[in-house]
């Protein structure tokens, strides 16, 4: 980038910054390709019982055989992890700036927020069942129970990580604490509320599957995690592996919309990386 | 505008200093009107005993309305607490202190990365509940006028450590407040640069006129500014001396005058008195 100032001053500045990372994306591709070449050849070559590790090309022809069936499976993992998530995010943010405003909360509830992480799901599981149903809300919950703890964590320190000068300058500006708030502290948190965001959505996809495994469902289609589970029961080892194959890629397409978002949501801090304006 | 946010300033301060003050609406004026009126001020931080420290002690100094009045002294002298005390962000333990509503200028710019210098400079217009456009509108008439022109959308990162100053200064400016004060505005910059930005600072107070205390280490930038220089001791801050400038502006460094009485403030700091 730096190295053609010129174009990038002509406007081309995105184009440039979509040509290098368009380019950079070959990289995971031909590391991934890489990696599934070895498992390929270690799956057909080190004698290996396919119940236990099938090949790349099994667990494709898998995936391919059952294409509807785990398609329809994903769709209803796929809306647990969105909503989960978002439930995760609400709470995650009104916790914080809650635990935030009043010091006092910050000391009643951080030691609980650090406790519920050490709870284990299917101890809870069937509670959370009897109170809500076999619907869907049961599993958000759970999501929303793995997920809120890094947004709480890292929102709450980005808005305590205002410059100490700030809060006196907005005073002479004759600010009140809502307005320090709302000019200062709020927008001066969003990227480290994002990167908590990034990382609620990483254990996000793995919240799904502990939910759909720890509440009992009455549903047809349970979700990816069910049929992984019952799948890796029933000797169906490559259609479990064809069903994580889809959830990784889930994890993967997720992460990458929240950084898209998050170039639009700070653009101050993208920029500030290198890119020239 | 300039009213309203002037009679909702620090209404507690008032109370704290009011032998001095009158209890008019509005400009929180001290007796005899000055702007800046401060009798026998200390502060010391910390529980009395071996672990305070003493910031300031008997601090007495007066600006008229208009006047710039600059503080200079070695680091750690009190500076930075002086004007906090001046603006009320902190209360004097000794003495009385009666001031117009006043502005503070931190020492760095502390402008908010995710708003363009117009939206920067116009802060304190939105804190007064003035529409987004209308604040915009006011800053945007004074940048043309204040150099800064066709920077209006730059983001702070994207300008230069004196652009940034100026649009800081344009922030304080356009709070309304009558009283400006300004913590070593320009000691991060380099030379040249600092060298525009006292002449730009002096032409901008020429044609928006406000009371100003400067608090600087720079003697030759209090002499090149000020109506009357403060000069204060190592810590516990004490004034050890006051000169009155008067010499016509636009001032230069090279003036035989302004070298004198450099020299004298310069000689006044070394020493501890005025000779």
């Known amino acids: 980038m730096s190295a053609r100032p010129t174009r990038a001053r002509d406007g081309w500045g995105g184009g440039w910054g979509g040509w290098a990372s368009g380019r950079s994306a070959w990289a995971p591709l031909l590391l991934s390709a890489a990696l599934l070449g070895a498992w390929e050849l270690y799956a057909d070559f080190a004698g290996v019982q396919e119940d236990l590790l099938p090949a790349p090309h099994a667990v494709a022809a898998a995936l391919w055989n059952n294409g509807a069936l785990v398609w329809r499976n994903f769709a209803v993992t796929a809306e ?71 947004v709480v964590v890292s929102t709450v320190d980005g ?59 009455s549903e047809a289609y349970s979700g990816l995690g069910r049929e992984i589970i019952t ?34 949501l700070v653009p101050w801090k993208t920029r500030a990386r290198g890119e020239t304006t | 505008m300039a009213t309203e946010l002037q009679s909702r300033a620090q209404p507690s301060r008032r109370d704290a200093a009011s032998d001095a003050t009158p209890a008019a609406e509005g400009h929180a004026r001290a007796a005899n009107d000055d702007a800046v009126a401060l009798e026998g001020v200390g502060r010391t931080y910390g529980e009395r005993g071996a672990r305070s420290v003493q910031a300031l002690a008997d601090v007495s100094m007066r600006a008229a309305p208009g006047e710039l009045l600059a503080v ?71 940048f043309a006028e204040l150099g800064l022109d066709g920077f209006q959308h730059a983001r702070p990162h994207a300008l230069s450590g004196g652009m940034r100053q100026r649009v800081a200064f344009l922030r304080t400016l356009l709070s309304g407040k009558p009283l400006l004060c300004l913590d070593e505005p320009f000691g991060a910059l380099d030379t040249i640069t600092r060298g525009e930005m006292q002449e730009w600072l002096g032409g901008t107070l020429a044609r928006e006129p406000r009371t100003v205390v400067l608090v600087t280490h720079d003697v030759e930038e209090a002499v090149l500014l000020a109506d009357r220089v403060v000069v204060l001791s190592q810590r516990p801050g004490r004034v050890i001396a006051q000169l009155e400038i008067e010499l016509p502006r636009p001032r230069h460094r090279t003036d035989a005058d302004v070298v004198a009485l450099r020299e004298r403030a310069l000689d006044a700091l070394a020493t501890g008195e005025l000779r």
């Open chain 1, 159 to 217: 808005l305590a990580a205002v410059d100490p000068e700030q809060p006196k300058l907005l005073r002479t500006l004759d600010a009140s604490r809502w307005q320090a708030f709302r000019f200062a502290e709020l927008p001066a948190a969003l990227p480290a509320a994002l990167s908590g965001a990034r990382i609620a959505l990483a254990v996000g996809v793995i919240g799904a599957f502990i939910a759909e495994t720890s509440t009992p469902t």
């Open chain 1, 80 to 150: 647990q992890v969105v909503l989960g998530l978002a439930l995760a995010l609400a709470s995650g943010f009104a916790l914080a700036i809650a635990i935030h405003l009043f010091p006092l909360l910050r000391r009643a509830v951080y030691p609980l927020a650090v406790g519920s992480q050490a709870v284990p799901i299917p101890v809870i599981g069937v509670l959370l069942v009897f109170w809500w149903g076999f619907g869907i809300f049961p599993k958000l919950v759970v999501i929303a129970l793995i997920c809120f703890f890094p």
């Open chain 2, 72 to 142: 200079v002294g070695p680091s750690g002298c009190g500076k930075t607490t002086l004007l906090e005390l001046i603006c009320g962000l902190q209360a004097p333990d000794a003495g009385s202190i009666a001031c117009a509503p006043a502005v503070l200028m931190p020492q760095r710019d502390l402008l908010l990365p995710w708003l363009s210098a117009v939206d920067n400079a116009a802060l304190a217009l939105r804190i007064a509940h003035v529409s987004r456009a209308h604040a915009r509108a006011q800053a945007d008439a004074l």
């Open chain 1, 231 to 264: 799948d890796a029961g029933g000797f169906q080892t490559a259609r479990a592996y064809a069903a994580t194959a889809v959830l990784f890629a889930f994890a993967i397409a997720c992460f990458y919309a929240l950084a898209l978002a998050e170039r639009k």
